[in-house]
């Protein structure tokens, strides 16, 4: 009986003295993609702050570090959602070059997947996925049902928000009856600064209001 406990004991010992290892090694990892992304996240930062399309040699040496730290750490969402919004901006940029928009938009579907494998209950990247499909030409089954999945999610999230009131702006005469109102619902709701952004959008659209 003794000698069972002990093979036990000395059983959980062995997993316990394992996940910290994992532990340890994934910390230290994780920290080392931190640590030489730094500068490259403050420059996202400032891209996004100024809402300008990188310019092309920028573009991949961003997209290049990102891809960096997601091989040392595989299993983190940033770093594909902010792949996927470089490939985003630079696919709508090119909107009226089709084969590059579409690769583009392509590759910004991927990683917003790779990143919701890891972090499912993102609803930016569900928003921003929603997005992406609308300028890919998906039919209104599949950017309907992004958009719902966003909405449940991210109900009072600005970074869920602005990129499904953007969609739905654009594409207002096809939607559902039911996400008009959510929409209608999130605008009347909205504290400031999102209200702003919101009205934004409608100006931008030339709405009045809804």
């Known amino acids: 009986m003794i ?9 959980f010992l062995g997993v316990l003295c394992a996940a910290s290892v994992f532990s340890v090694y994934y910390c230290v990892t994780a920290g080392i993609a931190d640590a030489t992304t730094l500068e490259l996240r403050q420059t996202l930062l400032q891209v996004r702050a100024e809402g300008k399309v990188p310019g092309p040699v920028q573009w ?15 299993d983190a969402p940033q770093y594909h959602e902010d792949t996927a919004f470089l490939y985003a901006v630079r696919g709508v940029a090119a909107l ?14 991927i990683n917003y997947q790779q990143a919701l494998s890891t972090r499912p209950m ?7 996925m929603a997005l992406a499909a609308h300028y890919l030409g998906k039919s209104d089954e599949e950017v309907g049902s ?23 702006m ?8 039911n996400r008009k109102r959510q929409l209608i619902v999130t605008l009347k ?22």
């Not at 993102?122 to 921003?128: E, F, K, R």
């Not at 719902?148 to 602005?162: C, E, F, K, S, Y």
């Not at 654009?170 to 009856?177: H, I």
């Open 3 to 11: 000698t069972l406990k002990k093979t036990v004991a000395g059983f």
């Open 189 to 210: 709701q909205a504290k400031q600064p999102l209200k702003q952004e919101l009205k934004a959008i409608l100006i931008q659209f030339h709405i009045g209001e809804l």
């Open 96 to 109: 009226k070059f089709p084969a590059i928009a579409k690769h583009n938009l392509e590759q910004a579907l």
């Open 60 to 74: 991949r040496e961003l997209v290049q570090g990102l891809d960096h730290a997601s091989q040392l750490v595989p």
């Open 170 to 177: 654009q594409r207002w005469g096809s939607l559902s009856e």
């Open 146 to 168: 992004l958009f719902d999945t966003a909405m449940h999610l991210g109900r009072n999230d600005p970074g869920t928000q602005i990129p499904l009131f953007f969609l739905g």
């Open 122 to 128: 993102s609803p930016a990247s569900w928003a921003n």
